[in-house]
């Protein structure tokens, strides 16, 4: 390693030092919050045992939504392995809560690319083939447009209020918790009937409250993202009011069964430790993501949030000049993987996307974006969607890496 390049980066550390003390008081208060949930709830050994079958009285599968759902301030949870991602989970959930001729209202804007054929798909079974409607409204400068979204809500009472947390595949910045309070405050004046619903991809255990602690009537995800630790193998999870969670759970198997049945031969402790693992797995990858953010920059780079800002979600976006130069950083990425380093990642098609897309995931497993990761659709702006990494030691050698980046 470039002895002077590891010296730079010790550098930017020390001018980084008081953003990580916020990520360690962070993850200090979320890991007492998750010890808290497994010792109230009484996880013991006997939870790790899988089932066969139907799965009555799945005690590890009903034990683990139990912890999942204090940890998020609800009523109940579903946290199971047969969510295939967290597209999936998503869709689960809105194909549960929503209704033909219902409305649902978007007030972050586009959903992100990997929902568009679930929503709008012709001849698939998409929301709108069933008679969904589906409206949007822009944020106005990252913020909530508030105006609009009142005004829309009392006119139209949708039946889904829907966030999304994290940026997708745009160049905005993450939603805070924050700012999430008063909007859902006031809309549940408005249109008391209405979900909130809010997709947590990327954002949870990166705040100290999540948006089920402010009003949202639903969160969901992945559990090969955050909530997973990097050691779930797959999975994902939805939390919320018993009202919107039975909903969800009878869209997830069928209307008679819900969450009665549904079992896991291969046992539930990596769900378990994952979980535990999270709040810190979480600190890392925000770590590790403002220090190759501020390396990037010092080669010349916009990246998304600034250094000075705070994260609310665990992606850094960095913006290239060309197609050429965002390949050749995925690539980069890729090279400082523990697994499959030696391949050279291409743009391709991806079930889901509308572009080619090119991704560095050289994961324990497969596609787990809280581990190393970096993705992009091939087209303008040329973004870097970066993210992830469960050691801040191996972001650390990458950033000494990028100090030889060069701008093309």
Do not use: W
């Amino acid at each position: 390693m470039n002895t002077q390049n590891l010296k730079k980066i010790e550098e930017i550390e020390k001018k980084l030092e008081p953003q990580f003390k916020e990520i360690e008081k962070t993850a200090f208060f979320n890991q007492k919050k998750v010890l808290d949930a497994f010792r109230e709830v009484g996880v013991t050994s006997s939870h790790f045992a899988g089932t066969s079958g139907y799965g009555y009285n799945d005690k590890g599968r009903d034990t683990l939504a139990k912890v999942v759902a204090k940890i998020f301030g609800t009523e109940d949870a579903i946290v199971s392995p047969h969510f295939s991602c967290g597209t999936h989970t998503i869709a689960v959930a809105l194909f549960g809560l929503l209704r033909p001729g219902d409305i649902m209202l978007s007030i972050t804007g586009g959903i992100c690319d990997p929902l568009q054929e679930n929503l709008y798909g012709k001849g698939n079974g998409s929301l709108e083939d069933l008679g969904i409607k589906i409206k949007y409204i822009d944020l106005k400068d990252d913020e909530f447009d508030v105006e609009k979204i009142f005004k829309t809500v009392k006119k139209l009472k949708p039946k889904v209020v829907y966030v999304q947390k994290s940026r997708g595949y745009s160049s905005r910045k993450a939603i805070s918790v924050e700012k999430m309070a008063p909007i859902f405050a006031e809309v549940k004046k408005l249109s008391p009937n209405s979900f909130i619903v809010v997709d947590n991809c990327y954002g949870e255990m990166v705040e100290t409250k999540e948006p089920t602690q402010v009003g949202a009537d639903v969160c969901m995800g992945s559990l090969i993202k955050n909530l997973g630790g990097s050691i779930a193998p797959n999975g994902g999870y939805v939390v919320g009011t018993k009202k919107a969670v039975g909903l969800v759970a009878r869209r997830f198997t069928c209307p008679s069964i819900g969450a009665e049945e549904g079992s896991y031969e291969a046992g539930y402790r990596l769900f378990y430790q994952g979980l535990f693992l999270s709040s810190h797995i979480v600190s890392q990858a925000l770590k590790g993501g403002l220090l190759i953010g501020e390396v990037m920059k010092q080669q010349g780079f916009q990246i998304i949030p600034q250094g000075d800002e705070k994260c609310f979600d665990i992606i850094k976006s960095i913006i290239f000049d060309s197609a050429e130069e965002l390949i050749r950083f995925v690539q980069l990425v890729q090279t400082l993987s523990p697994v499959d380093s030696q391949v050279v990642p291409i743009p391709e098609k991806i079930p889901g996307y509308s572009d080619q897309v090119i991704t560095a995931a050289g994961t324990f497993v497969e596609g787990a974006s809280i581990e190393l990761s970096c993705d992009s659709p091939i087209r303008k702006p040329y973004i870097a969607y970066f993210q992830g990494g469960i050691t801040y030691e191996q972001l650390k050698i990458l950033a000494c890496e990028l100090l030889d980046f060069k701008k093309n």
